[in-house]
């Protein structure tokens, strides 16, 4: 009987360490499925952000950049009408060297914008790109062609968020007060 006893009492620690040890891989195995899971999220997150910024790192030609940076900013209080279009075609137009140039950086800067939720982004990539290549002069006509693009013909001028000119102006070098 005591044989049976020390027995039965060795299978039941036996039984309870198999336990503990299937408790604990069962916990090792959730730590490291959230652990991944995180990871997972972080590089998601990572590739959408480089994903955002990819139709503004391809760009090289102030005309482009400007033509994105108006139609970003215009295109956040919805789509781009015909003639709000027009007024932009007008405005690239007088920077462009050539109609075949402004229709290149209006349809670039269409699918750019649609393609970056996010017009701060927008603001905070090109517009330091804008201001390396503009003299001041050329920055506040920039400034005047997103006002005159945001009047564009429609019925209702557009109106621009204040944060956006503040952050804009910024980026672009103007002292904001």
């Given at each position: 009987m005591p044989?049976?006893?020390?027995?039965?009492?060795?299978?039941?620690?036996a039984?309870?360490?198999?336990?503990r040890?299937?408790a604990?891989n069962?916990a090792?195995?959730e730590?490291?499925?959230v652990?991944g899971?995180?990871?997972?999220n972080?590089?998601?997150?990572?590739?959408?952000?480089?994903?955002?910024?990819?139709?503004?790192?391809?760009i090289?030609?102030p005309?482009?950049?400007?033509?994105?940076?108006?139609?970003?900013?215009?295109?956040?209080?919805?789509?781009?009408l015909?003639?709000?279009?027009?007024?932009?075609r007008?405005v690239?137009?007088e920077i462009?060297?050539?109609?075949?140039?402004?229709?290149?950086?209006v349809?670039?800067a269409?699918?750019?914008?649609?393609?970056?939720?996010d017009?701060?982004i927008v603001?905070?990539?090109l517009?330091?790109?804008?201001?390396?290549?503009?003299?001041p002069h050329?920055?506040?006509?920039?400034l005047?062609?997103?006002?005159r693009?945001?009047?564009?013909?429609?019925?209702?001028r557009?109106?621009?968020?204040?944060q956006?000119?503040?952050?804009?102006?910024?980026?672009?070098?103007f002292?904001?007060?």
């Amino acid at each position: 009987m005591p044989f049976l006893l020390a027995i039965l009492g060795v299978l039941g620690a036996a039984a309870i360490w198999w336990y503990r040890m299937k408790a604990m891989n069962e916990a090792a195995r959730e730590v490291a499925d959230v652990v991944g899971r995180v990871q997972g999220n972080i590089r998601r997150k990572k590739l959408r952000k480089q994903a955002a910024l990819s139709p503004l790192t391809a760009i090289d030609d102030p005309v482009v950049a400007a033509a994105t940076l108006i139609t970003a900013i215009v295109s956040e209080q919805g789509p781009i009408l015909p003639r709000r279009e027009a007024a932009l075609r007008e405005v690239v137009s007088e920077i462009a060297e050539n109609q075949k140039k402004t229709d290149e950086a209006v349809v670039y800067a269409k699918w750019a914008a649609a393609q970056i939720d996010d017009t701060t982004i927008v603001i905070d990539k090109l517009a330091p790109f804008l201001r390396e290549r503009l003299d001041p002069h050329e920055r506040d006509d920039l400034l005047r062609m997103l006002s005159r693009v945001a009047q564009g013909g429609e019925q209702q001028r557009l109106r621009i968020a204040d944060q956006r000119m503040v952050r804009l102006r910024q980026k672009l070098g103007f002292e904001v007060n």
